[in-house]
């Protein structure tokens, strides 16, 4: 198995602004159009036993409201009637109603455990739909939003298990022949789970084809690919090509396939070697390898040689056959690497990773006289080669670690994530990103030909990063700067949503009820215009400008675009003009 190749973000220092000042609070009026809706929007409220923070994130956090990138005057939501309304805009202060374009078959309140409908738009023509009961349809629906051209007709649809909703989809052709993948997202109860929350999260990969079968095109699935984790992914798209898959999760997510190998594979080693203990243990960080050998108390250091090499190991005591002897999962520093005997009773070995980041899973390979423990078990694992007490006296010379007096940014980040690339024939992970400190924010998509952006928070600043899995030099580009964006929403307690416009014009983010704020990127000024402070001239300020709504329901719905900003409640539509047209 090829390891995955370790990778890192480089942003562009001439987008970057380090001498940033702030944003200016504009007072200037912003128009702001309301419409209120027919029948009030299909909310799907969690139930109570959806109450985990996975349930609430994709499922409770959803965005109702739903933009086609491809003809960006036009959004959508589903209706409590099971109809998909469109609103296409045309001109500002002549609003019509949203009309219908879709009407679900299904009764959706006839299923108990139903989730919100979903909706993604993979192309210009194309539209993939769950209803929230578990059943994908796939929709052929001509030029969106021209009611004389637009006709959405149903090519697939099919049942397939528990409820889920459409995380992404693209649509693209090989070979002639045209196909739309879907990524379905589902949190399920897992009942070998006794220590976590219970759930686990599940990536559903659908490949359907078009078939032609006797002069008869049809729709069929062709592939299905599941991955899990333990937590709901903050970003996961599919390549447009339909090659890989990137996930910007918390935790890690792998194949079921792979995992139910891997389950059968230590099955039978375990019955080739029931009865034979470890020879030793090794446990791992992403900087260093440790290994922990039982010695008899007769062994001196003189009896104890251990050579190292860049791929290699070899341990030997006294004149017997080498305890442990082969090439190493990957490269370490070996002029770097060390060992020492611990109270006579263990041989302790520390190797130096020289792909730092980069975890091993397996030490030497082909080896299987080792085991490789968990950092969380290993107190308890190897507490025969230390002490034979859970809890030493604390007043001898060295008394052990104690974790209350560890400083809090010792603690482990949980906002810390990974960006992993899987390949789609393997589901591999073929390139891997430890994204640490730099929370994810939002996702929004610039051009829908490309995979949707991700933005992460960078100290202050908001950083949008742009995919290119045809670029393997370059699979990740920085993009566009939102100056200080990252610090002003840690400050926005009540945030819901957030959105930038696709021309990087502005940023905003909305609140739960009523407030929406908008962050412009600096300008030119008209006016001559000086900082007191320093006494020099200001050449552009950023303007932070704030509309409040005439609404008490809660904002369900929240979409960017180069010129306005959507926003949904329960019962009304807003539309609020930020930047003019060309």
């Known amino acids: ?57 994709a499922f409770g956090m959803y965005n109702y409201l739903h933009l086609d990138s491809w ?80 006709k959405w007709e149903i090519v697939f649809n099919e049942e397939l298990g528990s409820p889920f909703i459409v995380a992404h989809s693209v649509s693209f052709v090989k070979s002639g022949t045209h196909s739309v993948a879907v990524l379905l997202l589902r949190v399920e109860k897992d009942e070998l789970d006794t220590k976590g929350s219970g759930f686990h999260v599940t990536l559903e990969w659908v490949t359907i084809a078009e078939m032609s079968k006797e002069g008869d095109h049809q729709y069929e699935i062709c592939r299905k690919r599941v991955l899990q984790g333990k937590s709901v992914p903050h970003y996961a798209a599919i390549e447009p090509s339909g090659d890989g898959l990137m996930i910007l999760s918390y935790k890690p997510f792998k194949s079921i396939q792979q995992e139910e190998e891997k389950l059968v594979e230590n099955d039978d080693a375990k019955t080739a070697n029931e009865k034979k203990d470890p020879l030793y243990y090794w446990q791992q960080t992403e900087d260093d390898v440790t290994i922990t050998i039982h010695i008899p108390q007769d ?78 078990e290993m107190s308890e694992c190897l507490m025969h080669l230390t002490s034979e007490e859970m809890n030493p006296n604390p007043e001898k010379e060295n008394p052990p670690c104690n974790a209350q007096e560890l400083e809090e940014c010792d603690a482990f980040l949980e906002d810390s994530a990974t960006l992993c690339r899987f390949d789609g024939d393997t589901l591999q992970v073929t390139h891997v990103i430890n994204l640490g400190s730099n929370q994810y924010l939002f996702s929004a998509v610039v051009d829908p030909r490309e995979m949707p952006c991700f933005c992460l928070r960078h100290d202050v600043d908001a950083l949008l990063w742009q995919p290119h899995p045809d670029q393997p030099e370059n699979m990740w580009e920085h993009i566009a700067t939102f100056n200080a964006l990252g610090y002003v929403q840690a400050s926005k307690q ?79 539509l807003f539309l609020i003009k930020v930047n003019t047209g060309n």
């Not at 299923?111 to 993939?128: E, G, H, K, M, Q």
């Not at 730092?356 to 080896?367: A, Q």
């Not at 000086?530 to 904002?555: M, S």
Request: hydrophobic fraction near 35%; aromatic fraction near 8%.
């Open 1 to 57: 198995m090829a390891a995955a190749t370790s990778c890192s973000l480089r942003a562009k220092r001439l987008l970057l602004e380090p001498r940033f000042e702030g944003y200016k609070l504009s007072l200037e009026p912003l128009a702001c159009y309301r419409l209120g809706l027919a029948d009030a929007v299909a909310e799907v409220k969690l139930r109570d036993d959806q109450y985990t923070l996975d349930h609430m994130r």
């Open 71 to 150: 003809s960006q005057d036009n959004v959508y939501y589903v209706d409590q009637s099971g109809r998909v309304m469109n609103l296409s805009v045309t001109l500002d202060t002549s609003l019509q109603k949203p009309r219908e374009v879709f009407r679900l078959p299904a009764d959706l309140t006839a299923c108990d455990n139903r989730l919100c409908a979903s909706i993604y738009f993979p192309s210009s023509t194309w539209v993939t739909l769950s209803d929230g009961t578990g059943r994908l349809y796939l929709i052929k629906t001509g030029k969106r939003g021209d009611s004389a051209s637009e």
């Open 299 to 376: 062994i001196t250091k003189d009896d104890i040689k251990v050579h190292f090499s860049p791929e290699n190991i070899r341990v030997t005591l006294k004149d017997q056959p080498p305890l442990m002897e082969g090439k190493l999962h990957s490269s370490v520093d070996h002029e770097s690497c060390t060992w020492i005997i611990k109270e006579n009773k263990s041989l302790e070995i520390s190797l130096i990773k020289k792909n730092e980041g980069l975890r091993w899973p397996e030490l030497i390979i082909g080896d299987t006289n080792g085991e490789l423990i968990m950092d969380t």
């Open 494 to 572: 009540d945030k819901k949503f957030m959105a930038c416009a696709p021309d990087y014009s502005y940023s905003a983010l909305c609140e739960c009820l009523r407030r929406v704020f908008i962050y412009r990127q600096p300008a030119p000024l008209s006016t001559v215009l000086y900082n007191r402070k320093e006494g020099r001239q200001v050449g552009q300020v950023a303007k932070q400008l704030v509309a409040t709504l005439e609404a008490n329901d809660p904002i369900l719905g929240f979409q960017a675009t180069n010129e306005r900003l959507f926003v949904l409640t329960a019962k009304t």
